[in-house]
């Protein structure tokens, strides 16, 4: 019997435009050798081997769906389509998480649609297909699912059969782990003060252009991206001669390397929140350098650096609502690390070669910075009898749990996980830009796949153009914002501090509900009628425009709360409700005293 007519029928109610992209495919289906199992249910050959049991399919699913699967996962990644007995168990053996079936092969997924009927489980409002598309289009899904743990489960039986795309799936959906936990452990660490930062630099909406305008201003010329690892001593003394034919992109840890051998950079980088980090800057005089930074960023470096500023946008609802109201400064791609900043910098200028100083991502030598760096230097003020500095590197190598991995002039050299994120950062847009030519002149720095070393005999050989990009940069140093865009910045603020108010009283109002909620559960008395009252009162919080900004620095709660599958009392539901309306108020009123004293400050100036 074929029951691809049926199965396609409920695929067209549940996802009518993944049946409009299969339709015309139903003609050619591969003819792969079907067995009817001792139990009855079709099984069938690939390369000569079963992808399921010629015995009980079923039976084996059970078994491979109790053994493989974490109780902790809240969203399970399939991959591998098979005949779907895998994922008909699992959604029977569970009622509450989501799941996510990956198969690269369109052909493959009709013709088991062919051999079962699978309308139930294609109808299940807990289950999303991503059939015949690449491993990164997964990411459109796992961001629809914030703070659930992700687990990707391998149908070994059908990974020989497209061993490459499950290679790169398996690895891109690691990155994105990592870099979601990374990201998870940054905004607790730091969402209070980018906030706060934000705030403070809100002028800078109206004094400083964004980096929209400079797009495409040095399309003809190639940029030396100047990180701060240790291979950079090795170049620091070619550095005037560089800048006769590069455009020089420095990153704030490696400026005061640049000023010590009396050469300015054409650009510095700066989008770090901490304090410590904006020490980078101390003693550091320029006259020319233009600064790239973003309103989050620690607020003394838009004194320190006192030139001509540029402005990139914010990755934060705060500044996203402020710039949506006032001027949109252009994008840059979160990579975690300045140096991807950076690099996203000189793409968004136009620039197709970019070559990379002091872009170790790693510790070559077991050093962390290039010599001069503020960071080895305050190793060396804390420095005693003791504690010599050498112990600060060790602490800051073993405390970041290091591993070797492969240099690029083919040795071993040093990594940690933070570091690796960025590397894979790198490798991503290697492979997506491939009209961009990126270099590495670090020998000992990781070997990033996509970036091939270059010698800085080559770099030295490069025409020269400084006169040429000095022009530009003469241009580029008279654009000037809006004249109306102070008026917008002040409107904005003062809407948004009434709309932090409507909110902080949707919150009380959530507080006292929720514990009239608690009484009528203990007394089991109107509990249908204050949940509707509840309910009300969230579609009014979910309306509301200051909603994500007020819950910014409320993720690791709701995260922590998606992540929690254990079955919890009525009790606990409604403890877990009044937490979130607690927290919530707080954070409408933290964010209405900062906006205050910032509205003050941007009428001032």
Not at 75 to 80: C, E, H, T
Not at 131 to 142: K, T, V, W
Not at 290 to 303: A, C, G
Not at 410 to 434: C, I, L, N, P
Request: net charge neutral; with cysteine.
């Amino acid at each position: 019997m074929n029951f691809l007519e049926d199965n396609l029928k409920s695929l067209n109610r549940r996802f009518p435009l993944l049946y409009e992209s299969l339709k015309t495919h139903t003609d050619s289906l591969p003819d792969y050798p079907v067995e009817l199992s001792r139990e009855g249910s079709p099984t069938i050959q690939i390369n000569g081997s079963y992808i399921h049991s010629k015995f009980d399919p079923r039976r084996e699913a059970l078994r491979f769906v109790e053994n493989e699967i974490s109780p902790k996962a809240g969203l399970v990644v399939f991959a591998g389509m098979g005949l779907g007995y895998h994922i008909e168990e699992f959604l029977d053996s569970d009622d509450t998480r989501n799941i996510l079936v990956i198969e690269p092969d369109q052909d493959f997924f009709l013709f088991s649609l062919s051999l079962r009927d699978l309308r139930k489980t294609i109808l299940s409002d807990r289950l999303q297909f991503l059939i015949g598309c690449p491993p990164e289009d997964c990411s459109m899904i796992l961001e629809q699912h914030p703070g659930k743990t992700i687990q990707l489960v391998k149908l070994r039986s059908v990974y020989a059969k497209d061993q490459d795309f499950y290679d790169n799936l398996d690895t891109f959906i690691r990155n994105y782990v990592s870099r979601k936990e990374i990201n998870l452990s940054t905004l607790q660490r730091f969402g209070k003060l980018w906030v706060r930062n934000l705030s403070i630099n809100a002028e800078q909406l109206h004094l400083s252009p964004g980096i929209y305008t400079l797009q495409g201003s040095f399309s003809d010329y190639p940029a030396l991206l100047i990180a701060a690892g240790p291979s950079l001593d090795n170049l620091k003394p070619h550095l005037k001669e560089l800048k006769k034919r590069f455009l020089l992109v420095s990153v704030d840890t490696s400026l005061r390397a640049c000023l010590e051998k009396g050469v300015e950079p054409d650009f510095t980088v700066v989008v770090d929140p901490q304090y410590w980090n904006s020490r980078h800057l101390d003693h550091c005089s320029v006259k020319e350098t233009i600064l790239l930074s973003e309103t989050s960023t620690y607020p003394t470096v838009f004194r320190q650096l006192k030139g001509k500023t540029f402005l990139c946008s914010s990755s934060f609802p705060l500044g996203l609502y402020l710039e949506e109201r006032t001027e949109l400064k252009g994008k840059l791609k979160a990579g975690g690390s300045v140096a991807t900043a950076a690099w996203d910098f000189c793409r968004t200028l136009s620039i197709e070669n970019i070559w990379c100083a002091g872009l170790d991502l790693g510790f070559p030598f077991k050093q962390t910075h290039c010599r001069g760096s503020f960071f080895e230097q305050r190793a060396h003020w804390l420095s005693n009898r003791y504690h010599p500095s050498e112990t600060f590197s060790w602490h800051a190598l073993i405390d970041a749990g290091i591993r070797e991995v492969e240099s690029n002039s083919g040795h071993v050299t040093y990594t940690d996980k933070r570091m690796s994120v960025y590397s894979r950062w790198f490798e991503e847009q290697m492979d997506k830009y491939v009209s961009i030519n990126s270099w590495n002149l670090s020998d000992e720095g990781i070997k990033i796949k996509g970036m091939p070393r270059k010698t800085i005999e080559e770099a030295l050989k490069m025409p020269l153009i400084r006169d040429e990009l000095d022009n530009i940069l003469h241009k580029i140093k008279s654009i000037e914002t809006g004249p109306d865009l102070q008026d917008k910045l002040d409107t904005a603020l003062q809407s948004l501090i009434d709309e932090l108010k409507s909110l902080m009283v949707l919150a009380e109002k959530g507080m006292n509900t929720t514990k009239d909620l608690k009484r009528a559960f203990k007394d089991n008395k109107d509990i249908q009628g204050t949940l509707g009252k509840l309910t009300e009162l969230d579609q009014l919080i979910i309306n509301s425009m200051s909603k994500d900004i007020a819950g910014f620095i409320l993720q690791n709660f709701i995260n922590s709360l998606l992540k929690d599958n254990k079955k919890k009392s009525g009790l606990e539901i409604i403890q877990n409700s009044y937490t979130l309306y607690h927290k919530l108020f707080h954070s409408a009123e933290f964010h209405i005293d900062l906006l205050k004293n910032c509205s003050n400050m941007t009428k001032k100036t």
